[in-house]
């Protein structure tokens, strides 16, 4: 069973309390229902006009405070959870990009989470959320060209043994792990903070896993929940 093990840093701990995640590891199969993904995005733009769910502005607003924690500035980076709902209910709704990341916004949207989706084949060791040294390599492009731009010393992000995977934990990320259909070995991970309810943040798993067997039933999929170390505990 092909399996990502991620880890998270104690330090997380002390910034957001309670933090947890659920990562999902996929072996990806043969697509045969893409009209899944664009289906669940239209009735996740529908949920969001619509206000929902109740959890969603304290939620957001949550992670905006945890990004200035670490010195980011939410109005100008927020988090792709907040990202994505702004869109949304200032145009209306959203074009389809790709059966995988149409998928994974939808989650986002209808359950006010960021989840990120990667291309796990493009990894070099395993993921590992944690406060950068400032030192680290993070691959993107600018007005059209491959550009590094490092993160702050301090910032908090996901990276693996190349380099920095995603910039302000789940604002930007990177081109070199950037997910879609062709990938073979895909992980998800769904982030969340205490003021979401823990039952919301499996039933957003849940519903990404049934979505995903839906268009590829032949993949297989492992899901597990993550939370924080503390100082002392083995990350």
Known sequence: MFLVQPSIHPAIATL???????????EAAAIVRPDVA??????????????????AEAHLAAWADTFRAFGAKPQRTPCSAEALRKRVLRDGGMDAIDPLVDLYNA??????????????????????????DG???FDTMKQGLPV???????????????????????????????????ASRMWFILESLPVMPLSALL????????GLLQMMPDATVDLRLLECPVQGEAT
């Open 203 to 210: 039933e957003a798993g849940h519903a990404l896993r049934d």
């Open 135 to 137: 030192s680290e390599a």
């Open 38 to 55: 664009p289906a669940m995005l239209e009735d996740a733009c529908r949920h969001v006009q619509a206000g929902g769910p109740f959890w």
């Open 16 to 26: 957001a309390p309670g933090f947890r995640a659920l990562s999902l590891s996929v």
């Open 107 to 132: 989650i986002s949207l209808r359950y006010a989470v960021p989840v990120g989706g990667e291309n796990f084949a493009a990894y070099i060791g395993a993921p590992r959320l944690l406060r950068a």
């Open 148 to 182: 590094n731009e490092p993160p702050e010393a301090g910032e908090v992000v996901w990276c693996d043994d190349a380099g920095v995977t995603c910039r302000r934990w789940n604002w930007r990320q990177g081109v070199r792990t950037r997910l879609d259909a062709s």
